[in-house]
């Protein structure tokens, strides 16, 4: 059973910055496309960002130069960095993979952007 793990999250001041990290146990893990996925209470999942198995990288236009995302394929693990926060990226984020017809979910991590 393919898991991912994330961590990092927590509470930081506007304009500050946060790295996350998501390890998983798959043994295949250069061939899946990872990404970052965030939500808030009454809306919709969204993508951050994504990486696929040749490191084609796309962002969502919210966080364009100010979030970074990267992957170690000997280490199972995807990072986002994220810098100049905002109070509106407040959310719970969510480390996906997806392989074939296989898609996988973290269990989240909070972030929390407030004085």
């Known amino acids: 059973q393919v898991q991912l793990v994330e961590s990092g999250g927590g509470l930081v001041q506007p304009g500050g910055s946060l790295q996350l990290s998501c390890v998983s146990n798959?043994?295949?893990?250069?061939?899946?496309?990872m990404g970052w996925y965030r939500q808030v209470p009454g809306k919709q999942r969204e993508v951050v960002a994504s990486?696929?198995?040749?490191?084609?990288?796309n962002y969502a236009d919210f966080v364009k130069g100010r979030f970074t995302i990267s992957r170690e394929n000997a280490k199972k693990t995807i990072y986002l960095q994220m810098n100049n926060l905002k109070p509106e990226d407040t959310a719970v984020y969510y480390c996906?993979?997806?392989?074939?017809?296989?898609?996988?979910w973290g269990q989240g991590t909070q972030v929390t952007v407030s004085s």
């Open positions: 996906g993979g997806r392989f074939s017809q296989i898609q996988k």
């Open positions: 798959t043994t295949i893990f250069s061939l899946w496309t």
């Open positions: 990486i696929d198995e040749n490191d084609r990288i």
